[in-house]
């Protein structure tokens, strides 16, 4: 486990000097409207605004829609695993976990914070969606960029987390559309 005890190493300098921006970002969430926001999107970037557009894709638009649904439904799981393995292997503690200053602005769907798996799967589906369709790409994009902000504000991740997220999700998204959306069509065209 030398690898795993490096980046503990890593990560425990890392945090000290992103501490006092976390603490600083998320001491926002004293104020009702920001925390109910940011947890609203929060709760929202779990899956369920991702799921919600999945499904009506084919029928926003019928040319597009499907194999870009099927190819976002495929590439989520990628994403998820990704994450998950991720995680696991390098072992970063949440900001509040590691700093009682820094409060938890709503609860965690796992325990480390490296990458921000939110921020991976928002930025994924960006990049896919302004591949196939910027228009509505664009209407996303705020979304996204709270989802990415609400993980720092609600003090479940570093700043670098979301950076590493934003970074693999963007690559993923990418290499998604540019290498797998001719399949995806072919299998819903039959």
């Not at 929202?44 to 605004?49: I, N, R, S």
Request: proline fraction near 7%.
């Amino acid at each position: 486990m030398p690898s795993t005890s490096k980046a503990s190493r890593f990560f425990e300098r890392a945090d000290q000097r992103e501490y006092l921006l976390c603490q600083a970002i998320n001491r926002s969430v004293r104020f009702r409207p920001v925390l109910g926001y940011f947890s609203t999107v929060s709760r929202l970037g779990d899956g369920w605004f991702w799921y919600a557009l999945i499904l009506s894709l084919p029928l926003l638009e019928p040319a597009a829609g499907p194999g870009l649904a099927l190819l976002m439904a495929i590439t989520g799981l990628t994403c998820t695993i990704t994450y998950k393995l991720l995680k696991r292997w390098l072992i970063r503690e949440r900001p509040f976990i590691s700093f009682p200053s820094i409060n938890c602005g709503t609860p965690p769907l796992d325990r480390y914070s490296f990458p921000s798996g939110h921020t991976l799967h928002a930025v994924c589906f960006q990049v896919m969606l302004l591949a196939e369709l910027p228009g509505l790409a664009l209407y996303i994009l705020p979304f996204t960029l709270s989802v990415a902000a609400s993980r720092v504000v609600l003090g479940l991740h570093y700043p670098t987390d979301v950076i590493a997220g934003a970074l693999i999700g963007g690559t993923i998204g990418y290499l998604s559309v540019h290498q797998l959306l001719g399949a995806a069509k072919a299998i819903i065209t039959g």
